[in-house]
């Protein structure tokens, strides 16, 4: 049974930082590419980040230099460390291995 299980989400105030975690079990996570995404109220699900087992990550426009993708392949486990958070970044955030999503967690950035 696969499972993706998103935790460290949680309010925070505008310029402050978090670090999301997302635990894998039943995916074969060293040969997996790795995505994070968020979802706003009223909004698409946005893409965020990419880790690839090659070492590449991607990174969409409005979180590059801001958001840290990475992962420990030992722990089957992939990270979003996030900096210098705006209220704009309020939304509940998901790790996703394709075609598999975990439940989410939500982040609040207040100004």
């Known amino acids: 049974q696969v499972q993706l299980v998103e935790s460290g989400g949680g309010e925070v105030q505008a310029g402050g930082s978090l670090r999301l975690s997302c635990a894998t079990s039943g995916i074969i996570f060293s040969l997996s590419t790795m995505y994070w995404l968020r979802q706003a109220p009223g909004k698409q699900r946005e893409f965020l980040a990419a880790s690839t087992t090659g070492g590449t990550t991607n990174y969409a426009d409005s979180v590059k230099g801001r958001f840290t993708i990475s992962r420990d392949n030992a722990k089957n486990t992939v990270y979003l460390q996030m900096d210098s958070l705006k209220p704009e970044d309020t939304a509940v955030y998901y790790c996703?291995?394709?075609?598999?999503w975990g439940q989410g967690t939500p982040v609040t950035v207040s100004s």
């Open positions: 996703s291995s394709v075609p598999y």
